[in-house]
C-alpha cells in the first residue's frame, strides 16, 4: 500500500466521508456522504495522479442538444468536468488532482465542487435523465 494512498484514506476520513468499500491492492477506495450528493465517489490513486469518479446518470437520449450542454455546463465547474464513460451509456463527474503535492483543502476543493455542480445543476441533469 503506498503512502500516498493511507494519505488520501486520512483525508477523507478528517473530512467526515464514510468509506463504503476499499481496495489497498487497487489503492482504491469508495466514499459517501448523502447530505453533499456523494453517492458511490470513487476515489483511485493511480500514482501520479488521483482520479476522483461520480457516475451521475445513464445517458438516456442522444441529442445533440444534451452534449452541448453538458459541454456549456463543463465551462461553469470550480474543478473537474461531467464526461461520458468509455461505453457511452453514463455520464460521469471526473477529477484528477496531482498526488505528489496534494493537500487536503485541494481535495476537499474537488470534492465540494462535485457537489456543488450538482446542486447547480440538479434540474437540467433531472430533466435530461428522463428524456
Do not use: W
Not at 488521483?50 to 445533440?64: A, D, G, N, R
Not at 455546463?73 to 468536468?81: C, Q
Request: negative net charge.
Amino acid at each position: 500500500m503506498s503512502a500516498h494512498f493511507e494519505k488520501i484514506k486520512n483525508y477523507l476520513l478528517e473530512l467526515g466521508f464514510a468509506i463504503s468499500s476499499e481496495d489497498d491492492a487497487e489503492a482504491l477506495v469508495v466514499v459517501n456522504d448523502e447530505a453533499q450528493g456523494i453517492n458511490n465517489l470513487i476515489v483511485d490513486c493511480e500514482d501520479p495522479i488521483l482520479i476522483i469518479e461520480q457516475k451521475i446518470m445513464p445517458v438516456s437520449t442522444q441529442s445533440e442538444t444534451f452534449y452541448k450542454r453538458l459541454l456549456q455546463i463543463n465551462r461553469t465547474l470550480v474543478h473537474g468536468a461531467f464526461v461520458l464513460d468509455e461505453s457511452g451509456e453514463n455520464v460521469l463527474f471526473r477529477d484528477t488532482l496531482q498526488l505528489e503535492n496534494l493537500d487536503l483543502n485541494e481535495l476537499e476543493g474537488s470534492i465540494q465542487a462535485l457537489s456543488l455542480a450538482l446542486a447547480e445543476n440538479a434540474e437540467e441533469l433531472i430533466a435530461f435523465s428522463k428524456a
